[in-house]
Nanobody, 125 residues
């Protein structure tokens, strides 16, 4: 079972940047699809980005594409989400997820086996 720990959230002004990190325990990290999801108050958890075991990225077109960059360092068992040009609507709890997900299903939260505890991102105007 993979365990995930996120870090890097915080309070940032509009237009600012944050880098989220998610470190995994377990030997199968390098074989897993890693995803980032977010949940704003009163809303469902939503896909933000994912990265395949071979570092192919994918982004939600409505949220992070063009502003967010997902990357992974398999040697460090860590996946990152670099977020630039942040907007108030990016305010949410961000969750890291992992699993042997078929790439076609990367946007579906229920396909991931493991989740982090979440990290709060607040963008103030």
């Amino acid at each position: 079972q993979v365990q995930l720990v996120e870090s890097g959230g915080g309070l940032v002004q509009v237009g600012g940047s944050l880098r989220l990190s998610c470190t995994a325990s377990g030997r199968t990290f390098s074989r897993y699809v890693m995803g980032w999801f977010r949940q704003a108050p009163g809303k469902e958890r939503a896909f933000v980005a994912a990265i395949s075991w071979s570092a192919i990225p994918a982004y939600d077109t409505d949220s992070g594409e063009g502003r967010f960059t997902i990357s992974r360092d398999n040697a460090k068992n860590t996946v990152y989400l670099q977020m630039n040009s942040l907007k108030p609507e990016d305010t949410a709890v961000y969750y890291c997820a992992a699993g042997p997900v078929r790439w076609a299903y990367r946007t579906f939260a229920d396909k991931y086996d493991a989740w982090g505890q979440g990290t709060q991102v607040t963008v103030s105007s």
